[in-house]
């Protein structure tokens, strides 16, 4: 019996653009919602049905969508596909108390698990992202989504933002943790080509290198010390709530994907949506989708790269077995980089240090290139 797939939905809709964000999203009026989820509830009920353990919204801003169309896309997803008894169902959400309503029915709704963009504790760094919520509307709408019935909280933190100090920083992560999420992303700010923050006035006042360093490590310290522990470059939990959507990204496990700009995994092939909403709603049929980026996925050059973005890193000698390959010219690559305090090589199983994350794409070119020697 094969094992059970992740579900991921890509809700386009956001009330404003933020400027440091490449994500697909539009902005949306409630005739465009209702065009949006028609499309995607018929091709849902086209989609290859399967056994599926986790369900994931993200976005956009799929809170934005109301009880109504989120419980509509949640039952078609029900009878389509066989959701595990103990299905992980994510939504992201904006914590503004414009959208307090719909953060307290999500548990009434099926949700099981909340991901909140809280990104700063800072009302000047809020500002400076182009967030439109305050720390205390984040602090309502958890306590909102706990009333509603949803206990397992994520929080997204920004690193790394336009004047953030070690100080503002630490503030930031004490709220966090007063919240007692679950879960927390800490994510480096990363200047995007042709967003707003692509520009002199912005770019050039992000914070370099070494400070965006200092802060990440301080942050991997800080949360492990708080019962946080970091299990891949951006993400910490509490022992066993690491999300598990995410882990089937960089475990090569597959997913299907929904909306425009979604991704999926699936039958051994990578494939997109295209990013253009409207062309997403004139579909009827998942098959019948303009699929972008099309190519065979899996295989041992992603497992390495993927896994190697987890803690827990890659086991070497499994692999080694599983693809019939000589790693020993990428055990021999590695050696240098563990004297480096970059990497961990113990028992056959390579893992990166949290300063190996930072270099992560340097480090990790440099293992597939050994293991292309053979």
Known sequence: MSEPIGLY??????????????????????ALMDAYTDALLRQISTAP??????????????????????????????????LTHDCEITTEANPRAAEGEVIAALGSLGFTRASFGMQSADERELSLLGRR?????????????????????SLDVMLGVIGQTSASLRDTLDFALSLSPAHLSAYILKVEAGTPYDAPRFRDKVPDEDAQADLYLETVRYLSQHGLCQYEISNFARPGMESRHNLKY?????????????????????????????????????????????????????????????????????????YALDLSPLKAAAR?????????????????????????????AALLDAASER
Not at 133 to 145: K, T
Not at 275 to 282: E, I, K, S, V, Y
């Open 9 to 30: 939905l890509h809700v386009p809709f956001c009330r404003s653009k933020c400027p440091y964000c490449d994500f697909y999203s539009v902005r949306g009026d409630g």
């Open 250 to 322: 960089w475990r090569c496990r597959p997913y299907l994907g929904f909306g425009p700009a979604a991704h999926s995994y699936y039958g051994g092939m990578r494939f997109a949506v295209l990013r253009d909403l409207r062309a997403f709603c004139r579909t009827d049929d998942f098959s019948r989708l303009p699929f972008t980026e099309v190519c065979e996925g899996g295989g041992f050059f992603e497992e390495l790269m993927l896994g190697l973005r987890l803690n827990e890193g890659v086991d070497l000698d499994a692999l080694s077995g599983r």
């Open 336 to 364: 240098p980089l563990c004297a480096r305090g970059l990497a961990v090589l113990e028992d056959g199983r390579l893992s990166l240090t949290p300063e190996g994350f930072l270099v992560s794409n340097a480090v990790i």
């Open 49 to 82: 049905p399967e056994a599926a353990d986790s369900v994931y919204f993200g976005g956009g801003t799929p809170t934005l969508l109301g009880k109504e169309r989120l419980g509509k896309i949640l039952a078609a997803l029900s009878a389509r596909f066989s």
């Open 133 to 153: 919520h305050s720390r205390d509307e984040v602090a309502r709408s958890v306590e909102g989504c706990r009333a509603g019935g949803v206990d397992n909280i």
